[in-house]
């Protein structure tokens, strides 16, 4: 594919957009947007947009459609530098997305009460904020909207696959300014041009960082809208065209799970991207509540969502659950081990008191069926004792206890089962491993040990390198996947075998998940999909995701799924709880 001599017919300063190429065409000459302007005659007028106005048609089209508008007092400002906060509100009202009322900011400096909040809110997965030298996330809502800006967020938008059909070689030759355009966006610049997205000026020049105008926005918003191969109209108006969807991950069949719990994750295409979102922290470790624009992480052991998907999250340095309220963007300490876990409890005729100051808390689990949240953790008072409290905001009681005359605190899961029972498992380094079931408000019982061959042997387990498991029960079935020895083992209860439905000798797996009825992996920042039967497949590959904030991920330490199927994931490295947009 050969670059084209620049013939343009506009003057340097007009952005020049075209959008009826494709990707098989020949590369956008200057000068050819002048003529796919609109035919119909202009509905709309402005005092200050004469007919003979180059943008004219393009400026009414854009009115009629209640994409852009003018001013109370009939002008239009044609001249006007567009800022990131307008360009986010065209955009949206351009494409279809949905701007609804927040009540947090992804952005800490964006106010929730700001008018464009909910645009830039909207739009955040197309036109990326910056990450500052301090650590935070801004948008910059009052500086001007750049062209390279501009261009990324259409090429978003328009759903192209940037890392199959970028070349930037294109590019490097058409424009003499190729190094000005910021590494982040080069592949978009190439994309966009190469499907005759945008071209650029007379002079051979690209000018990324050079801002736009009120007309030259209308322009680009009809065309990027009016051609090209995707499924977005513009205002509201009737185009439609279809695209061809992306095969599914296969996805094998599953046993029944427990109705009460949230649905499927959406399935990923093999060919998608997929934003990446930080929703807590990445400023820096530290203990630090209060809005997500200041709150900072110092660690996460344990991580749980609630109905809502508020995310619970423990931190057993500081022997505290803190939580992200969705409500609010707030980060406040759910619950301190205080006085509040004092108690007693009766066994065999005689009452065991247990102290707060003796309580170490483990690990967090979350029951839909009656929206609870519990902790397990142990107590070294005489008797050791494994204990699970129900926490509510306003309260704190014991739910169930175990003896545990084994001393041993190296708790490996911790789930409710289908049948509203709490299943736990402990041991593999000084002791044996054990697996203990318990209903609500009952003292647990041994359900499975390796010492008698009924369960299975768990990994070692150290305080440095905690090698996660985790639990699925189907049936008269116990399945245990170990991260540590890289194991899938069923434990056929009644009668008792056990037996290795899978190994894996090549994989590290960093954590793990068990979510209806499959086990979800991380390795580094990709995420396999593994079910009863053994089979393993890429549930979202790494190399697929984009960061909206700058910040990759290297390793995902814990795994969740909020209640749209989106990835819940810690972010160890950066100190932060993100989201994959699925």
Known sequence: MSVKKITSLLVAVILVFSLFGTASAALPGYGEELQNAPSNTPTVTFADVPNTHWANKYISEMASRKVLEGYPDGKFRPENQVSRAEFATIIVKASGLQAKKVNYSSFSDVKPTDWYSPYIEAVKDYMTGY???????????????????????????????????ANRSIIEAMFKDYAGISEAAKDYVAVAVENGLVSGYQDESFRPQASITRAEAATLLWRAYQYGNDNKGVGGGNQTTTTTPTPPVTQPTTPATNPSTPSQPQQPSQAAKFSVDTLVGGMGQGD?????????????????????????????????????????????????VDSQFDGSFSKDGKVVYYDHNDFRAKKLTYSYANNRLYLLGFSFSNPWTDQIFELTSSAVSLSTYGLNNRQDYNYRFFRIDNNN??????????????IYSAAIGSESQLLASEKDATGVTFSRYDNVNDRPLDVITADNNLYVLDTGNRTLTKIQLFPRKVETVVSFDNLTFN????????????????????????????????????????????????LSFDSNGNVIVYDDDNKAIRRINL
Request: glycine share 8%.
């Open 421 to 434: 029972n709490f299943i736990y498992g402990r041991g593999g380094n000084w002791t044996d491993s054990f």
């Open 511 to 558: 954590s793990v998940t068990a979510y209806n009825g499959m086990f979800y992996v991380s390795s580094g920042s990709t995420i396999y999909e593994l079910n009863l039967n053994g089979k393993l497949s890429t549930f979202i590959a790494g190399k697929d995701l984009t960061y909206n904030d700058g910040n990759p991920i290297n390793k995902i330490s814990q």
């Open 131 to 165: 990450r500052t030298a301090d650590g935070s996330y801004i948008f910059n809502p009052t500086a001007p909207a750049l062209r390279e800006d501009i261009t990324v967020a259409l090429v978003k938008l328009k759903g192209y696959d940037v890392a199959r059909l």
């Open 288 to 336: 630090v509540d209060g809005p997500v624009s200041i709150a900072k992480i110092n660690a996460v052991d344990s991580m749980v969502l609630d109905k809502e998907d508020n995310i619970f999250f423990l931190d057993q340095s500081k022997n505290k659950i803190r939580k992200f309220n969705k409500s609010n963007g707030r980060v406040e300490t759910f619950k301190s």
